[in-house]
């Protein structure tokens, strides 16, 4: 039975794959023809969700009433290709999210992020990250909700890596809470290497909001400690700072 089992699994990834693709078809459409950026957005934001809804993929949300009502800064754990459309699809439209830089080298890709709100970050370019980094605490100030992977980056192995500081910055500068999301799951479903998704259930956690005035705020540096942590506390990977800490 474990062929039979195997076959049916890769079926079953097959046809998310073909959800995924439907989906960046839609949305393609979308940004080409839609001119109501609002519009836009949320017709990305609904495709995105259909990439777990159609393959019945489990998804669960907790801390609902953790998001704040109005604009605010969230920062999320990265450990699959699976976490930006898993939140892009399961946050509220109004969030654009912060994307790396190099994602302007593959220009469907970039047209489709861009025409979608994305906003983008230039990670080995001095000049250009200060150029991006200047544009997205403006787009902070204009009361955007700006969404981060601020690891930059996630691996093979599990585990949660340093947070960079930009959109703990951009947060301060723009006054706004920030909204710590654990994601779990996504490294099991699509591991980094694997060409098919495996079934398996996919968590949003989001945890309480980190606002201006709490002792947590008062800095960049301890913002972005603050809201690792949080994300320590629920997710099921190791924090591999704390490796570092003990090899010194």
């Not at 089992?5 to 989906?23: E, H, I």
């Not at 669960?60 to 969230?74: K, S």
């Not at 723009?174 to 495996?198: F, Q, T």
Request: net charge positive; hydrophobic share 50%; charged share 20%.
């Amino acid at each position: 039975m474990n062929w039979v089992n195997r076959s049916l699994g890769a079926l079953w990834g097959l046809f998310a794959w073909l959800s995924f693709g439907l989906a960046v078809l839609f949305s393609l459409i979308v940004v080409l023809v839609v001119p109501s950026a609002e519009r836009r957005q949320k017709l990305v934001t609904w495709a995105s969700r259909m990439v777990f809804v159609l393959p019945l993929v489990d998804v669960r949300v907790t801390g609902m009433d953790n998001l704040p009502p109005d604009d605010c800064v969230v920062v999320a754990n990265h450990a699959s290709y699976l976490d930006g459309p898993l939140l892009k699809g399961y946050l509220p439209w109004r969030f654009n999210f912060v994307i790396k830089g190099e994602m302007r080298n593959f220009a469907p890709a970039h047209f489709l992020l861009r025409r979608s709100g994305s906003k983008f970050v230039e990670r080995s370019d001095v000049r250009g990250s200060t150029r991006d980094a200047r544009q997205i605490v403006k787009a902070a100030l204009a009361g955007e909700s700006l969404g981060f992977f601020p690891e930059g980056t996630f691996q093979k192995e599990p585990g949660l890596l340093a947070f960079r500081s930009g959109a703990f910055a951009a947060a301060r500068k723009s006054e706004m809470p920030v909204v710590p999301v654990a994601i779990r799951g996504s490294r099991y479903v699509l591991p980094a290497a694997a060409l098919l998704p495996r079934r398996g259930p996919l968590y949003i956690d989001r945890l309480p909001a980190i606002a201006p005035g709490d002792a947590d705020y008062e800095t960049t540096r301890g913002l972005a400690e603050a809201s690792r942590q949080r994300i320590l506390t629920v997710l099921d990977e190791p924090d591999l700072l704390a490796g570092e800490a003990a090899a010194d």
